[in-house]
């Protein structure tokens, strides 16, 4: 099938694009990597009445900036540059390390941290790792922009609380924890996980960690935190006791589905054996 007939708008500046969307009311969509959008035009599950290619806005929207701890990742960097940047490396290494399960090489040298995360798939790499780091996103419209803490931002399967008018500029990212551990499931490499897991902590010199976060994807509608497993861990040493109790208290926030690819039954088994794993190697020096 081919797509439905679009309008095609290719603007010289964000604020352009803004306008553009504005004009549009709603039925108009950013066209970005275009690894997600464009197998659903031709599905004909989407009929936006045009595309606003964002991908001349590389000044405006294709930069990593770093300000104090804080780092901004523009929404069109794409997933092959995270995986190569220094700054990246450097400030973000869980970013750097979990895109590359990311499809293969051509999906990463066009899809970009701002469609990821727009796309909003409960199976996401970059979603999950942006919750687990606390990032904000930030949105332009015509009334100017805002930032939306990432823990406010998935509204569930494929939807966010971004308005139609409004593009996603950046992702801004505080001071990363010292130590992460990511690990994932699926049938096989490339397919849609069944589940994945991320914990971020600091370990001080007394044994303790802090600033625990466990995210969980593939488990529920939208990637999520597992707080009640974090306060376990928070302020504690990990003794497999510990881990045990917070690997049990991962289960409060799976809500699973059930599809073709696994039982509801099976990812909720998959969820207490996996959160152990993570946070046993974690506390054992294994990082990413
Ligand atoms: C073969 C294949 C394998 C894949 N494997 C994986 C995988 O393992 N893990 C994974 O997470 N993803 C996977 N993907 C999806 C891929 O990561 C997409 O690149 C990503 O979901 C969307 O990024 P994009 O830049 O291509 O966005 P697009 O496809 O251009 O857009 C996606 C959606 O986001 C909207 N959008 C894009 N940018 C913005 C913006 N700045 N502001 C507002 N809305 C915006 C679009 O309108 C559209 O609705 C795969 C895709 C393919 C084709």
Known sequence: MKPAPF???RPATVA?????????????????????????????LMRPSALIDINGLEDELGRIECSGSETTVG???????????PVISERLPLLAHVVRYIGDRQV????????AVAQSDPTGEMGLVCLALGASVLARGSGG????????????????????????VALRFPLAPSRCRFFERGRKHNDFAL?????VGSED????????RIALGGINDRPVLAPAAAARLEGARWDAAAIEEAAQLALEVADPPDDVRASADYRRHLV?????RVLTDLAAGEDR
């Open 272 to 276: 207490p054996v996996h959160v152990r």
């Open 16 to 44: 352009q694009a803004v306008d553009a969307l504005d004009q549009h009311a709603g039925m108009a969509r950013v066209l970005a990597g275009g690894q997600s959008l464009v197998p659903m035009l031709g599905m004909r």
């Open 145 to 168: 922009e805002r930032t939306i803490p990432i823990e406010q931002f998935f509204e569930g399967s494929y939807a966010n609380v971004l308005e139609p008018e409004e593009l996603l």
């Open 195 to 199: 589940i994945s897991v991320v914990a």
């Open 7 to 9: 309008d095609y708008i």
């Open 108 to 115: 990463r040298n066009r899809g970009t941290l701002g469609g």
């Open 205 to 212: 010199a007394d044994g303790r960690w802090h600033d625990v």
């Open 75 to 85: 929404a069109l960097v794409r997933y092959a540059t995270l995986e190569r940047s």
